[in-house]
């Protein structure tokens, strides 16, 4: 993949921009470019806010918010996945002793230590 940074032309909400992109990110400046033209149509189409600019604004403030949900429950998520693996990892390591302890005391070690104090 080139790592060349080629101008492409894109239309957001009827407006040409021309902007840099790598080749191997065309795919998702595009769904970028889809993305924020549904949320601008969708914001002119609620009718309350007049504007291509305030609609832009508006529009990149709601994308803001869902962004910052989202991270805040991706890291909630994960802090729970976290405190999981952990309350796993401190039972296994329980087990593994009593493991251990179990067969330091198995049948024929308590025999073995039974017949030696005989």
Do not use: W
């Not at 609620?46 to 991706?74: D, F, P, Q």
């Amino acid at each position: 993949m080139s790592d060349d940074v080629k101008p492409i032309t894109v239309t957001i909400f009827d407006k040409e921009y021309v902007v840099g992109c790598k080749e191997d990110e065309r795919e998702a400046l595009f769904a970028s470019v889809q993305f924020l033209n549904n949320k601008m149509i969708e914001q002119r189409d609620n009718g309350k806010v007049i504007g291509s600019e305030r609609i832009a604004v508006m529009s990149a403030l709601n994308i803001s918010h869902e962004y910052l949900e989202y991270r805040r429950n991706y890291e909630s998520m994960t802090s729970d996945i976290d405190e999981g693996i952990a309350r796993m990892q401190s039972k296994i390591a329980e087990a593994l002793t009593r493991g251990a302890a179990f067969e330091l005391t198995s049948p024929t070690d308590a025999e073995a230590l039974n017949n030696d104090a005989a």
